[in-house]
């Protein structure tokens, strides 16, 4: 069983122009790495299909979908704040990613993958129950977890977050569902500044400070986060991997490289091999310097292969 890679190039028509950091380039640098390395070639590559609508209910309002859906330009871009915006084909690549997620989560619960890794966009960890932000309109992983959670072998599931981003949206739509665990480790104080001291028994948060290295990243995850992992059991596990904690990313002041990404890879790997019979889904969500997160993608990757 091999690590499914699921993505679309309709991804890539989510496009808020050149100066967005949340660029169709992403994608482009990610395929081209992992051809150029021949990694791709030892993955199982399939195309996301589009989400259904009663799935992305799973974790959103209808009101929250009317509004994407009412403020969907024809041309052009319209914002919905500061940082997120639309434009024609945005809700058409945010069904594309979002039903990855779900492709995905079908794929390794039926056991024809042990594991995968979603390359999409836009991303999806700061989409509320109710609200679009921080580039994000569609939790993916929320959707893909509670999809899970349907399933007759699946009670209890885990997220773990490393982006730089606390996964506001993620901690919003769990945030009183025991059977998710959600432990995320981000540099703090930053963007999004909501939830980031919320306490409760399912939401471990891990805030590290600016120019936070490699060992203070893992001492969090093994002092903080790895027991309330032991201690849940999941039965599933799903991987919010942002990659802008880089020390190279442009987005913010951490200094994470990819061995750090590699390492973590490993640590979840082997608590699936412990709790959850393998299953892992990862999906994509920050990292903003081309480079620096096409190489990252591929140490997570060579992780989930067992290399």
Known sequence: MSTAFISHTDCELHDLGPDHPESPIR??????????????GELQTHNAVHV????????????HVRRLELKLPQEGVIWTDDDTALCPKSLHAASLAAGASILATNRVLSG??????????????????NLAMGFCFYNNIAIAALHALQHEAINRVAIFDFDVHQGNGTVDIFKDNPAV????????????????????????????????????????????????????????IFISAGFDAHWNDPMADMRLNEEDYLWITRQ??????????????????????PTALAYSVQAHLEGLLGG
């Open 52 to 63: 259904l609508p009663e799935q992305i209910l799973l974790a959103h309002t209808p009101l």
């Open 112 to 129: 024809k993958n042990r594991n995968a890794f979603c390359a999409i966009r836009p991303p999806g960890h700061h989409a509320e129950h």
């Open 181 to 236: 665990l959600f432990c995320s480790t981000f540099q703090h104080p930053f963007y999004p500044g909501r939830y980031n001291d919320l306490e409760r028994p399912n939401i471990i948060n891990c805030p590290l400070p600016a120019f936070a290295d490699g060992e203070a990243f893992r001492r969090a995850f093994s002092e903080r986060c790895l027991p309330a992992l032991e201690a849940h059991a999941p039965d599933m």
């Open 268 to 289: 979840l790997m082997a608590l699936a091999d412990r709790y959850s019979q393998g299953r892992i889904v990862s999906i994509l969500e920050g990292g903003y310097n």
């Open 27 to 40: 994608l482009k640098a990610i395929m081209h790495q992992l051809n150029r390395s021949g990694l791709l």
